[in-house]
């Protein structure tokens, strides 16, 4: 079994995957806190809360498998290397299990704030629909000759699909209404950090090992971290320089759900009349 040839690399490695841990779970919050203050969910997209649970349960069926199930080590090692680390680490299975519980708890929030006129599209529920039906398949298909890493990594590929297309509704959202307001920056923030320290932390292993194979070995977890960084990068520059706030409305002049103008245009022109 591979084992680390330097010291400080597997403390770096580890410090990083935990940092990528810590910045991913807590980008959750954010957004959660911020439902939660204005008892309203407007501004945020609900395709992409949706989506994002079929991602990240997907995710999490493919880390813990990898982690604790030695059938799909055993092969995975057949087809990559008897000497190959395991591309899976324990931050990865906690932050799984954590971004599923708290997409669900977002939900939950959405259930019961104030949505406005907004909703599930029927695009996303048919894309869910098709992705677990997709899975399904696939587990049949490899019950008879046991291929479990080929079955992981069926759901480790459709994680990525859904890490793509999740942050799409958002994007366009923010583009129709040229307005970030309601959707957390704070979130997208950590979330830029996570990507960063979790493709560091993939590097410093195939450093150590003189080997690249864990970034197409677990070519999910190297998808995520470079689709994330592009789509973070993309939802700053929507805040902080296509829609910053001092070019939307004023406060005073849109309620706190972001959903209308307290007053029209015409009053608000009598009124500097005045």
């Not at 000759?145 to 590929?157: D, E, K, P, R, V």
């Not at 929507?238 to 103008?261: C, E, F």
Request: hydrophobic share 50%.
């Amino acid at each position: 079994m591979a084992s680390w040839n330097s010291i400080p690399l597997e403390v770096l490695y580890t410090t990083l995957g935990w940092i990528a841990f810590f910045s991913w779970s807590i980008s959750f919050y954010p957004q959660v806190i911020l439902n939660f203050k204005r008892k309203s969910v407007v501004g945020l997209n609900f395709d992409f809360v949706v989506l994002n649970l079929t991602k990240h349960s997907s995710y999490l069926i493919y880390n813990a498998s990898m982690f604790f199930s030695f059938a799909v080590q055993k092969q995975y090692r057949e087809k990559y290397g008897l000497n190959e680390m395991i591309p899976v680490a324990a931050n990865d299975v906690a932050f799984s299990i954590h971004a599923v519980l708290l997409t669900a708890f977002t939900l939950l929030q959405i259930a019961i704030y104030d949505r406005g006129n907004q909703k599930v599209s029927r695009t996303s529920i048919g894309i869910v629909c098709v992705a677990w039906l997709t899975v399904a398949v696939c587990v049949f298909v490899a019950l008879p000759s046991h291929s479990w890493l080929w079955l992981i990594s069926c759901f480790n590929t459709l994680q990525v699909v859904m890490t793509v297309i999740k942050y799409i509704p958002q994007a366009i959202m923010n583009f129709k209404r040229k307005s970030t307001i309601g959707f957390s920056i704070g979130n997208i923030l950590l979330d830029l950090l996570g990507g960063v320290t979790n493709y560091g932390q993939m590097a410093v292993q195939s450093i150590d090992q003189n080997s690249w194979v864990n970034f197409y070995g677990n070519i999910g977890k190297t998808l995520l971290s470079l689709v994330s960084i592009f789509f973070d990068i993309l939802f700053i520059l929507q805040h902080y320089v296509l829609y910053p706030a001092w070019k939307n409305v004023t406060s005073r002049d849109v309620d706190v759900t972001g959903k209308k103008p307290l007053l029209k245009s015409s009053d608000h022109e009598n009124k500097e009349d005045v």
